[in-house]
Every structure is written in C-alpha cells, then in structure tokens.
C-alpha cells in the first residue's frame, strides 16, 4: 500500500537565524570602500607581512627565530622541525606550511641566503631547483646557526621593544637588536600591496668594515670597502660601474649576472656549476631544449641535470666540432644563464617604507643600533643603582653592627626588622 503524501513528507527544523543586509544592494562611493575595506589590508601587508625593517627581518622571520632562541637552540642540540613549527604558532597563526617555508628559506640546506639563520639537518630542498623540494617537517632538524647569538644579543636588556602576540598571551619582540647590518646581508624579497621590497646580498665582512667606515667618516668612498653585491648561488656579476652607483644612490637597479662554466674537452661537454639567483636548474635545461627543437641552436646534442651531492651541475654535450665559447655566448644571450637581479631597496624605518641607497640604510642602521645601546647601557645602570643601594645598607649594617644586632633583638615581628633597621 502506498504512503499518503504527508506521510512522506519528511519534517525539517525551522531556521530562525537572519543575515542582515543580504541580498541588499548597498549605494556607496568607491573612494569610502577603498578607505574602509582596501586600505587597511594594504596596510597590514605593508607592514607586517611583505617589507623588511632595519633588523633585516619580516615578521614571519622574526617569529620563528625568536621560538627558535626561547627554546633553547643557540646550542649544540637540534630538534625536530615539526616541534618547531608547533612552538611558533604561539606567535605566528598562518599555519604550519607558512611557517614550516619561512623556516626552510632560512636554513643551510636550502641555500638561498649567504649567511644562513637556522642549522639544518636533512632535506630541505634547494633554492635554484623547482623539482628537489624539501623533506616534511617531521623528517627534519634544526637549530639555530651561531650566527644568531649577534641577532639576540642583549635582548634581554630592554634593547628593544616587545609587543604583545596575535591573542595577548605572550610577548615578542618588534625587533632584534642586530650588532651588523643584517639588512644588507642577505637578500630579502617581498610583494606587497602597491610597492615591493628585493635586497641583493652583500659579503658579511665588507658590509661590516663598510658600517665602521661610515661611522668613522660619512663621506667615506663606499666602494672602496663595498664593491659589489655577492650572491649566495655564485654566479659572474657583469661589472657595469654606473648601473652600481645609481643601485648604490637610489636603492634602485637591475644587476647582471652570468653562470659559471667550465669545458671538459676530453668528455666533449659543458659543465655549469653556477647560475643566476633569479632562475632555476629546470627553467634553464627547458628554454635550451626549445630552443633546440627550433633549430635556434644546432651545436648541442644532450643536455641533462647532473645536480647531486657535490653541489649543482648542469651538463652540456656538444657536436663535434662546436666552438664552446661560442655556443655559451649564444645561451646567455638567449636563455636565463645571463640574467638581472632588479634591486628595490625598500625597507621599513619607524613604521614607513622607505627606497633607500646603500649609505641611507648604514644611517639608520647605526641610528638604530645607538638606540639599542643607549637602552642596554640605561638597564645596566639602573640594576647598578638599585645593587648600589642594597650595598650602601650592608655598609652601613657592617660599620655599626653591635647596634644593628639590638635592633633586631629588640623587633617583636621578623616582618618589622627592616623597617627597624633603616630607621636606626
């Protein structure tokens, strides 16, 4: 017998709750909703995602490093990646990926940055290889390079200021009191909103005795200690003196850089053992093999990634006969063994980015780093003080103590005897 069609009407719950406003069409000028809705992103982007400050972090970088000291890894011992990870989300809520990338960029293994923050252990990748991505964090280790312990100097001085984390449990810092301009150490690159942020990196020691130079003399010829960027991929910098000055002037600039190579005449073969930061193993061998197969060039037979354990190798076999100097000028004018590095030195001073030159940045660097010492040196001064009074009391307790003795015989309460004592 077939159900009647209320008996097969299902009952569902009634819902009570209303969305106000929607469906509604709302009037309103395109200058109020950028104000209210665009800018503040733009602004959040800006400032605490995309640009670097004078420390030379972002505070992504910041966060991380900062677990990574609280947690004991200046040492000798390494732990877990994936703990970690765990740890920073206390500061850092974007989520495991996020933080587990910006921890691989930083480290040694990964090989992006001249000077690496983070010591690592397994497989984290390589920067100029799409293809060799890293290991989960749960197959990793790291701790921090001793590099770091100039990152954290002092931090516990009130060097710099710290400001509260996302949900007000914790404090961080807003900045780490640097002792060497970290900012002009490694590169450093971001997209924001309007504006971008890309930092060649310079030699540690020539940055170094630059700074001391322009201390010493803020007319001091900075070529003359800082020649010229020096990337962590290696690679040839094609030396255009003028372009240097300009990037050096403005912060702005394209640098050119060529890949190293050497011919195996026995084997017939190019090995390129150095290529350009902006590029990787893949876009390269691609790009020659097109150009291969639109008879561009006709003196190359093989080509193949030999990338291994001894560092990254790209393997190049020739017909008989090429000219191999010949065919690597044609890859470098034709395929990216011969690219730009385009600098935009933006950074952020006191909560505004800032496009500056290379002599600009040491300034306010050194501005920075007078702050952080006159804080230390006002810390230690007023631990002295309050020591100093803690001495003139036992002084004064020593040159009298017979009396000093009465006194606390004479105290009915523990709790009165100092009062008793200072009052004499």
Same mark, same amino acid.
């Given at each position: 017998?077939?159900k009647s069609r209320?008996e097969r009407?299902?009952?569902?719950? &009634?819902v009570h709750?209303?969305?106000?406003?929607?469906?509604?069409?709302?009037?309103?000028q395109?200058?109020?909703?950028? @104000?209210?809705n665009?800018?503040?992103?733009?602004v959040?982007?800006?400032?605490?995602?995309?640009?670097?400050?004078?420390d030379g972090f972002?505070p992504s970088?910041?966060?991380?490093?900062?677990?990574?000291y &609280?947690m004991g890894?200046?040492g000798?011992?390494?732990t877990?990646?994936?703990?970690?990870?765990?740890q920073?989300m206390?500061l850092?809520?974007?989520?495991?990926?996020?933080?587990?990338?910006t921890?691989?960029r930083?480290?040694r293994g990964?090989?992006?940055?001249?000077h690496?923050?983070?010591?690592s252990?397994g497989?984290f990748g390589k920067?100029?290889?799409?293809?060799?991505a890293c290991? +989960?964090?749960?197959?990793?280790?790291?701790?921090l390079?001793?590099?770091c312990?100039e990152?954290f100097r002092d931090? @516990?001085?009130?060097?710099?200021?710290?400001?509260?984390?996302?949900?007000?449990?914790?404090?961080?810092?807003?900045?780490?009191?640097v002792?060497?301009?970290?900012?002009?150490?490694?590169?450093?690159?971001?997209?924001?909103?309007g =504006?971008?942020?890309?930092i060649?990196?310079f030699?540690?020691?020539?940055?170094?005795?630059t700074?001391v130079?322009?201390?010493r003399?803020?007319?001091?010829?900075?070529?003359s200690t800082?020649?010229a960027?020096?990337f962590?991929? %290696?690679?040839?910098?094609i030396?255009?003196r003028?372009?240097?000055?300009?990037?050096?002037r403005?912060g702005?600039g394209?640098v050119k850089?060529?890949a190293?190579?050497?011919y195996d005449k026995d +084997?017939?073969?190019?090995?390129i053992?150095?290529i350009?930061p902006t590029?990787?193993?893949e876009?390269?061998?691609?790009?020659t093999?097109e150009?291969v197969?639109?008879s561009?060039?006709?003196e190359?037979?093989?080509?193949?990634?030999?990338?291994?354990? +001894? %560092?990254?190798k790209?393997t190049i076999?020739?017909?008989r006969g090429?000219?191999?100097?010949?065919l690597? &000028?044609?890859l470098? #004018? =034709?395929?990216p063994? @011969?690219?730009?590095?385009?600098?935009?030195?933006?950074v952020?001073?006191? %909560?505004?980015? #800032?496009? =500056?030159?290379i002599?600009?940045?040491?300034d @306010?660097?050194?501005?920075?780093?007078?702050?952080?010492?006159r804080?230390?040196?006002?810390?230690?001064?007023?631990?002295l003080?309050?020591r100093?009074?803690?001495? &003139?009391?036992?002084?004064?307790?020593l040159?009298d103590?017979?009396k000093?003795?009465?006194?606390?015989?004479?105290?009915?309460?523990?709790?009165?005897?100092?009062p008793?004592?200072m009052?004499?």
């Amino acid at each position: 017998m077939k159900k009647s069609r209320s008996e097969r009407h299902v009952s569902r719950p &009634k819902v009570h709750g209303v969305i106000e406003g929607a469906g509604k069409v709302v009037q309103q000028q395109i200058t109020d909703t950028l @104000e209210k809705n665009y800018m503040p992103y733009a602004v959040s982007v800006i400032l605490s995602r995309a640009i670097p400050e004078i420390d030379g972090f972002k505070p992504s970088h910041r966060k991380l490093l900062y677990t990574m000291y &609280k947690m004991g890894l200046l040492g000798l011992t390494r732990t877990k990646s994936s703990n970690i990870v765990g740890q920073t989300m206390k500061l850092n809520p974007h989520g495991e990926a996020a933080i587990y990338d910006t921890m691989v960029r930083l480290s040694r293994g990964y090989e992006a940055l001249l000077h690496p923050y983070v010591d690592s252990k397994g497989n984290f990748g390589k920067f100029y290889s799409r293809d060799m991505a890293c290991a +989960a964090s749960r197959y990793t280790e790291a701790k921090l390079d001793p590099l770091c312990q100039e990152l954290f100097r002092d931090i @516990e001085k009130d060097t710099v200021d710290f400001v509260d984390n996302y949900d007000n449990t914790t404090k961080e810092p807003a900045l780490f009191p640097v002792t060497f301009p970290s900012v002009l150490v490694n590169a450093n690159t971001g997209i924001a909103v309007g =504006m971008a942020s890309s930092i060649c990196s310079f030699n540690l020691a020539e940055v170094c005795r630059t700074a001391v130079a322009c201390i010493r003399n803020h007319e001091h010829d900075i070529f003359s200690t800082l020649p010229a960027p020096d990337f962590p991929g %290696g690679g040839e910098i094609i030396y255009d003196r003028q372009a240097l000055e300009k990037i050096y002037r403005t912060g702005k600039g394209p640098v050119k850089v060529r890949a190293r190579y050497s011919y195996d005449k026995d +084997a017939n073969c190019i090995d390129i053992t150095q290529i350009p930061p902006t590029t990787t193993v893949e876009a390269i061998i691609e790009k020659t093999v097109e150009l291969v197969k639109q008879s561009k060039i006709r003196e190359i037979s093989d080509i193949r990634d030999e990338t291994g354990l +001894a %560092g990254l190798k790209i393997t190049i076999d020739l017909k008989r006969g090429a000219d191999p100097d010949r065919l690597m &000028k044609k890859l470098f #004018r =034709m395929t990216p063994l @011969e690219d730009s590095f385009s600098c935009n030195f933006n950074v952020l001073v006191n %909560g505004a980015p #800032r496009v =500056m030159g290379i002599r600009e940045i040491l300034d @306010e660097w050194t501005k920075f780093r007078i702050s952080c010492v006159r804080r230390r040196t006002a810390f230690d001064l007023k631990n002295l003080q309050e020591r100093l009074h803690m001495l &003139k009391g036992l002084q004064a307790i020593l040159l009298d103590i017979d009396k000093a003795i009465a006194i606390i015989r004479k105290t009915e309460e523990e709790a009165d005897a100092v009062p008793n004592l200072m009052i004499g």
